[in-house]
């Protein structure tokens, strides 16, 4: 029940609910800011929680899919101060998990998945627990990390995900975001954007934390311009301008 033991962030070590026994729990959280959008091509999906409000910070979560293969995550802490942040995957335990350059590797019996954790986060491979079943739990790997931020913080993770035998590479690379009215850079706290390159997969993703320009400005990254929140660009099919708009 431990909010270790499940895919999500833990903010300066503490739990955001006390459990009082088997079936009693304190403190529970609201859940805000809920949003879900899917295609054909895409799908997205974003989340908080109010768990820190009390400290002054905000968490929320956002899910881009670029279909089938890529998934792009965005950790999101709106607030003020010094704060350490933690999140967590868990894995199954019939396969592999072993920790890469800049991220880590789980190797199943029929698929792959592939993490990138973009801006130096810390990775490290802990043991943790799985449930299938009901009052029964087996022994399984996780991975944790780790980061720190002070004011507005946005962890990023690119998972690619592939067949057993699949010898594609997950490439990552961080853009800078222009105005195309003033020419100007954008802060990261206002808007980031990413190349995702999977194989012959190649997509250029914008997620803006704020609202970064008037209606009159667009934003410009590798050559892609567009408008919105959440922006996708299929760079393989030659996209360029305006985008899939995934949140205004």
Same mark, same amino acid.
């Given at each position: 029940?431990?909010?270790?033991?499940?895919?999500?962030?833990?903010?300066?070590?503490?739990?955001?609910?006390?459990?009082?026994?088997?079936?009693?729990?304190?403190?529970?959280?609201?859940?805000?800011? &809920?949003?879900?959008?899917?295609?054909?091509?895409?799908?997205?999906?974003?989340?908080?929680?109010?768990?820190?409000?009390? *400290?002054?910070?905000?968490?929320?979560?956002?899910?881009?899919?670029?279909?089938?293969?890529?998934?792009?995550?965005?950790?999101?802490?709106?607030?003020?101060?010094?704060?350490?942040?933690? &999140?967590?995957?868990?894995? @199954?335990?019939?396969? &592999?998990?072993?920790?890469?350059?800049?991220?880590?590797?789980?190797?199943?019996?029929?698929?792959?998945?592939?993490?990138?954790?973009?801006?130096?986060?810390?990775?490290?491979?802990?043991?943790?627990?799985?449930?299938?079943?009901? @009052?029964?739990?087996?022994? @399984?790997?996780?991975?944790?990390?780790?980061?720190?931020? *002070?004011?507005?913080?946005?962890?990023?993770?690119?998972?690619?995900?592939?067949?057993?035998?699949?010898?594609?590479?997950?490439?990552?690379?961080?853009?800078?975001?222009?105005?195309?009215?003033?020419?100007?850079?954008?802060?990261?706290?206002?808007?980031?954007?990413?190349?995702?390159?999977?194989? *012959?997969?190649?997509?250029?993703?914008?997620?803006?934390?704020?609202?970064?320009?008037?209606?009159?400005?667009?934003?410009?990254? *590798?050559?892609?311009?567009?408008?919105?929140?959440?922006?996708?660009?299929?760079?393989?099919?030659?996209? &360029?301008?305006?985008?899939?708009?995934?949140?205004?």
């Amino acid at each position: 029940k431990s909010r270790a033991a499940h895919n999500t962030v833990m903010v300066d070590g503490r739990e955001f609910y006390r459990c009082k026994d088997s079936w009693e729990c304190h403190d529970l959280t609201r859940a805000v800011n &809920q949003k879900f959008y899917a295609e054909s091509r895409y799908g997205y999906t974003e989340g908080g929680c109010l768990a820190h409000i009390g *400290d002054g910070l905000f968490f929320n979560r956002r899910v881009v899919y670029l279909k089938p293969d890529l998934v792009l995550i965005a950790d999101e802490f709106y607030g003020r101060g010094a704060h350490d942040y933690s &999140q967590f995957f868990h894995f @199954n335990n019939v396969g &592999q998990l072993t920790l890469t350059g800049d991220g880590c590797r789980y190797e199943g019996r029929r698929a792959r998945a592939d993490f990138v954790f973009p801006g130096g986060v810390r990775a490290k491979v802990i043991d943790s627990r799985l449930s299938r079943h009901y @009052n029964e739990w087996e022994r @399984n790997q996780a991975v944790e990390t780790a980061f720190s931020g *002070d004011g507005f913080t946005c962890a990023y993770t690119v998972v690619g995900l592939s067949d057993a035998d699949d010898t594609r590479a997950l490439r990552v690379e961080k853009l800078p975001v222009r105005s195309t009215f003033k020419g100007t850079l954008f802060a990261d706290s206002q808007i980031e954007a990413f190349n995702l390159r999977l194989g *012959d997969l190649f997509y250029t993703v914008a997620v803006a934390h704020e609202e970064y320009a008037s209606p009159t400005d667009t934003f410009e990254a *590798d050559g892609c311009v567009g408008f919105g929140q959440v922006v996708v660009f299929d760079r393989a099919q030659g996209e &360029q301008k305006i985008g899939a708009v995934l949140q205004w």
